[in-house]
């Protein structure tokens, strides 16, 4: 709630520190005296679009300080949290306007801008008057004050989920098809390509293998005849014949070396091993290089037709079963794909049908919430003298949102047989300010944390209306704060703290003055409101006797 505003060289207020309190506070004072000053002021402070010319004349700079008190999970915490402001049980707004227009704005002691004034004055102030709302007026919101009265918190969530519930399958539906969509447009070449791989069946490592086969078979003619010497050579007309003769020899006589020979035999005892195991290799390698004249053909084809493939492509040739795998999934995903679409079409029904149950529940509850609702003006403009008057809230089909399916406005007709329309069109200035009264009563929910300001919402009414006014405005304030700029002595009556705006001429200047009214001056403020400049003692007697209720 605000605790305070100080003032500083803003019209014709030099300087002024208000000290507000929970309840009801009213401000009362001649016409011109300056009680719509103090709105601007604060307006100012707050953001809102007003007056450019706010300065006092005379001031190079007006400055207005708004103090405002934040309980526990206060809106206004999270805006504060968002700007990225320091965040307190105290919050602290200070705006200073220019001679030359500049407007500079501070939170807690921080530069802000005056989109952050103004998101922060949404979660503090109401301000109500006949020129009203945010809100109030407004169809586009009366949605959520008729949920707020018929406490339909948790409809609201049921439908906002199966909303949500119901766009994720629409879009999963959406990039299934699409998806599906873009992989027809492959499927020709999918077939086609998984067919031409698969006839071919390539391996990972063939076309190294190929390679190597290849060159060996044609270079099979030009070392065969080398090969084959060398494998003679070898063998037991060779190398391996010439070796066993030495053996057989050194053998012979090794008896008469005394062991000198030991050695030599024994080393050409291996390399009789190792000849044997080369001439082995050689006689499988010269199989090798025999073979029918079309195998050499076939390897040439099959290689070539392999690094075509992977050309073709763009894949290495031992990517070419990984590719192929691929493809074949790619071309599986075509197949089952109209499976999958039948899968997300029967999600989007399921999703549709809950969430038409939500929106069915909210629109039956706000049905019930409307006519409670309806119900509920109808007492409270009675005693306004607004009991021939006819309030309605109208439910009609809307599209289907995350707020569910029905549009909700708010209709009067102020006379039987008279057209009924919305508040602002129908209704006329003093008509329009009991209407938003009575209505702001029976909307109020729990709004401890806003203070609601009322501009002469009382003005063209008195007597019974008045007072029936006033008891309203008392009943808003209960738990909360108030502020009202009343004509009405029955409105000020009703006040539990009381404030009188007056102004006079200071050394050839007009300045406004707020001051505190208790006891005494308060009965003398309402005897005044009720008699005119001459108070009279049975204007303070009527003025006590309105004081008493």
């Not at 103090?67 to 999270?78: D, I, N, S, T």
């Not at 490592?205 to 005849?225: F, H, P, S, V, Y």
């Not at 099959?302 to 040739?317: N, P, Q, S, T, Y």
């Not at 102004?503 to 208790?518: F, I, M």
Request: glycine residues 10%; negative net charge; charged residues 30%.
């Amino acid at each position: 709630m605000l605790r305070a505003l100080d003032i500083r060289d803003i019209l014709i207020i030099d300087r002024l520190e208000l000290a507000f309190r929970p309840g009801l506070n009213v401000l009362t004072g001649e016409t011109g005296a300056g009680k719509s000053i103090l709105l601007d002021a604060l307006g100012f402070v707050l953001g809102w679009r007003g007056r450019a010319d706010l300065v006092r004349q005379g001031a190079d700079e007006g400055e207005v300080v708004a103090e405002f008190g934040l309980c526990p999970g206060h809106p206004a915490r999270a805006v504060l949290t968002e700007a990225g402001l320091p965040e307190a049980d105290t919050l602290l707004l200070r705006r200073v306007n220019g001679r030359d227009g500049r407007k500079t704005a501070y939170v807690n002691d921080r530069r802000a801008s005056g989109e952050v004034l103004r998101r922060l004055s949404e979660t503090l102030v109401e301000l109500h008057g006949q020129q009203d709302d945010r809100g109030l007026l407004n169809s586009r919101g009366h949605r959520a004050l008729l949920d707020a009265f018929g406490g339909l918190a948790g409809e609201r969530a049921a439908v906002l989920e199966a909303w949500r519930a119901l766009r994720r399958a629409r879009e999963a539906l959406a990039a299934a098809e699409a998806a599906l969509e873009a992989v027809r447009a492959d499927e020709d070449f999918l077939r086609h390509a998984v067919d031409e791989l698969d006839r071919l069946a390539p391996e990972a490592g063939e076309e190294e293998a190929l390679d190597r086969r290849r060159r060996t078979m044609q270079a099979a003619e030009r070392i065969r005849e080398d090969v084959a010497r060398a494998h003679a050579a070898l063998g037991t007309q060779g190398a391996e014949g010439a070796a066993g003769d030495a053996l057989r020899w050194l053998e012979g006589v090794a008896g008469h070396a005394e062991g000198a020979l030991d050695e030599p035999i024994a080393a050409i005892g291996r390399a009789l091993v190792e000849i044997d195991e080369a001439a082995t290799g050689v006689a499988r390698f010269i199989e090798a290089l025999t073979f029918d004249p079309t195998e050499l053909e076939a390897a040439e084809e099959r290689l070539f037709a392999i690094r075509a493939l992977a050309r073709k492509h763009g894949v290495g040739a031992d990517d070419l079963a990984g590719f192929a795998d691929d493809l074949r999934e790619r071309l599986a995903a075509v197949e089952r794909g109209e499976g999958d679409i039948a899968a997300h079409r029967r999600a989007v029904t399921a999703a549709e049908a809950e969430y038409d149950a939500a929106a069915a529940a909210l629109n039956g509850a706000r049905r019930e919430a409307a006519g409670r609702l309806d119900t509920a003006m109808a007492a409270e403009l009675a005693p306004l003298k607004m009991e021939r008057a006819v309030f309605e809230t109208c439910l009609d089909a809307a599209e289907p949102g995350p707020e569910g399916r029905d549009t909700v406005t708010f209709s009067v007709a102020t006379n039987p047989g008279a057209p009924a329309g919305p508040l602002n069109r129908i209704a006329s200035g003093g008509e329009l300010s009991r209407f938003l009264l009575a209505l702001k009563v029976c909307l109020r929910g729990d709004e401890t944390g806003v203070t609601m300001i009322f501009d002469e919402i009382d003005r063209g009414v008195g007597g019974a209306t008045a007072d029936a006014v006033g008891r309203r405005l008392a009943r808003l304030a209960e738990g909360g704060q108030v502020l009202v700029v009343t004509h009405s002595p029955q409105v000020a009556a009703r006040a539990a703290h009381h404030w009188q705006v007056s102004k006079r001429v200071e050394d050839g200047q007009t300045l406004s003055r707020v001051a505190r009214l208790d006891g005494v001056a308060r009965v003398d403020e309402i005897a005044r409101m009720l008699a005119g400049d001459v108070v009279t003692d049975e204007a303070r007697a009527a003025a006590e006797k309105l004081m008493l209720g």
